[in-house]
């Protein structure tokens, strides 16, 4: 999820700073390069994981808590420093998303997903900065980790779902009459046209407001 939201936010903020600087099309903004670019950042973890598990083939493991010598927990042979390794790349994937997503806020309306994208990485990073010290700040407690670790991947999914999607949902059955281009252009048009509008009532007044309408009279014969 997090490389297809990378590769979009890349996508519009190249689009725009070369819109910015020059007429040139950007490079790999096609749907082909998208999908090609998602998937080589979704096969760099595939093979890391691939070459992991023919390292250190699936196991169990006896645990013994600290201070609990009459308690024998059974856990994955993979050890906590191993897997914190394993979620680096995620977290590098959250982190570039994230400052793409700050860099594209302030896109015109049109492109206003962005702003959901926002959102759902900040909370991304909030949920997933305090599992960190959470789960690894309780070694010996198995049930708060399975806790922390089940409840922070389901807040992640769960927000990302509702940010995502849910904008969208409300627009297709509950406004359908915006859900089409003709009323995008409609708005875009009037948008443009207020714009023009106060920009031409600024510059015939030198940029200060128009005075007010001066009351009349009529003498009365």
Known sequence: MYSALLTKTNRISRVFESASKSTRRPSYISPRSQVLICSLLISVQGVATAIWLVVEPPDTRLFT?????????????????????????????????????????????????????????????VIWL??????????????????????????????????????????????????????????????????????SAKSLTGGCPPPPPRAQTSRCS
Do not use: D
């Not at 399975?146 to 406004?175: D, E, G, N, R």
């Open 65 to 125: 808590p600290e201070g609990r010598f009459n308690t024998v927990i059974l856990k994955c042979k993979v050890k906590e420093t191993a897997f914190f390794i394993s979620l680096i790349y995620n977290m590098l994937l959250i982190v570039v998303c994230t400052v793409y997503a700050v860099k594209t806020r302030n896109l015109p309306e049109n492109f206003n997903e962005s702003k959901f994208i926002a959102f759902t990485m900040y909370t991304t990073c």
């Open 130 to 199: 305090a599992f960190i010290p959470l789960y690894f700040g309780t070694m010996n407690n198995h049930e708060i980790q399975t806790t922390a670790l089940c409840v922070s991947i389901s807040l992640s999914a769960t927000v990302a779902l509702s940010c995502l999607f849910a904008p969208k949902m409300y627009i297709i059955y509950l406004q359908p009459e915006k859900n089409s281009r003709v009323a995008n252009i409609a708005k875009q048009a009037m948008q443009g046209s207020g714009k023009k509008a106060l920009f």
